[in-house]
């Protein structure tokens, strides 16, 4: 929709100037005027045409400037928002293999009085984590 709206403005404009240009030129040709005068007619035209032309660089200038610091301040909220849900997650995560593990090693060691058991099982359980954290 942005390039849309561009390209409407940028037409506007080119349209703008060479109606401008046209319309002087065929005003300034079929006057009834010196020599002297129609240049100094087509002087004062160019001279106008110039000045609205750098008023139209400026609004331009203006007008990018605030969409480059509107980009700007847009990506680095994107930015800050993936960053603070990735750091939430990871600590989701991060507990969430903590309490697998606890479960894990509660269950094992219930379920077996053999002490050369528990500490396989209490290995496996570790296994089990370091390969949910990667």
Do not use: Y
């Amino acid at each position: 929709m942005g390039d849309n709206n561009n390209i409407n403005t940028k037409d506007f404009i080119i349209g703008t100037l060479v109606g401008t240009i046209v319309g002087a030129s065929c005003a300034l040709i079929f006057a009834p005027k010196s020599g002297r005068e129609l240049r100094g007619d087509i002087n004062q035209g160019a001279l106008q045409a110039k000045d609205r032309a750098g008023d139209w660089k400026g609004i331009a200038q203006e007008k990018s400037a605030d969409w480059k610091d509107k980009a700007f301040t847009t990506s680095a909220e994107i930015k800050k928002r993936a960053m603070d849900t990735t750091s939430h997650l990871t600590k989701n995560v991060s507990q969430k293999t903590q309490d697998f593990k606890k479960t894990l090693s509660s269950k094992f060691n219930n379920e077996t009085d053999n002490t050369d058991q528990v500490n396989i099982n209490e290995q496996a359980a570790d296994d089990v984590v370091q390969k949910l954290e990667q």
